[in-house]
Each structure stands twice: as C-alpha cells, then as structure tokens.
Nanobody, 120 residues
Framework: QVQLLESGGGLVQPGGSLRLSCAASGSIFRVIAMGWYRQAPGKQRELVATINAGHATNYADSVKGRFTISRDNAQNTVYLRMNSLKPEDTAVYFC??????????????WGQGTQVTVSS
C-alpha cells in the first residue's frame, strides 16, 4: 500500500504564503506524477498543480505565477509553495500520487487532506 502524509496547512492572511509538503511511503514501483488538488466547500475537487518524474509541471490558471510545485524524487516528496494567497484559495488541499505498484499496474493515491484558510 501507498501512504501519503501531508503537512503545512493553516490559517494565513490574504497576501501571505504557505508551503505544503507531502511525503509518500510504501510499495511504489515507479512514480508517474505527484500533485496537489483542492476542494472548497460545495465545490468539486480541482487540480492545482502536478509534476511528473521529469519535473515537467502543470498549473491551474488560477494559481499560475503564485504557486510553485517542486519534487524530491529521491524522497518521493512533493512541495507546494503558495504565495500571494487569496481568500478564494481557501480549501482542503489533497496530495495525489499516480504510480505503478507493479510493472503493469498503476493507480491514484490520495492523502487525507490539509486545510488552508486565507482570511483576515
């Protein structure tokens, strides 16, 4: 099994910054990509940012220029640096790992989520 442990959420004022971390452990044969998604109350879960094994990144338009995703391949850890936070960034942020557990079998794995609240 694969486990994802997230940390770094909290309460921050508008314009502030936070850094989320997610460490993966367990039986991972090969990681395809890691990323962050978020879900605000009453809304569907949406992509925030992803990074693949080659460090290619993808961002939601709403966070481009403000958020930066990075990854430590050796540690199977992914980070999300969030700057210039806005109240609309308030959500539960979920870490995702897409990877192979065998040569042929792959799956999506999710963390338990960490709350980010942007409010004055």
């Amino acid at each position: 099994q694969v486990q994802l442990l997230e940390s770094g959420g909290g309460l921050v004022q508008p314009g502030g910054s936070l850094r989320l971390s997610c460490a993966a452990s367990g039986s991972i044969f090969r990681v395809i990509a890691m990323g962050w998604y978020r879900q605000a109350p009453g809304k569907q879960r949406e992509l925030v940012a992803t990074i693949n094994a080659g460090h290619a990144t993808n961002y939601a338009d709403s966070v481009k220029g403000r958020f930066t995703i990075s990854r430590d391949n050796a540690q199977n850890t992914v980070y999300l640096r969030m700057n210039s936070l806005k109240p609309e960034d308030t959500a539960v942020y979920f870490c995702n790992l897409r990877g192979y557990t065998t040569v042929r079998e792959w799956d999506d794995y999710w963390g338990q989520g960490t709350q980010v609240t942007v409010s004055s």
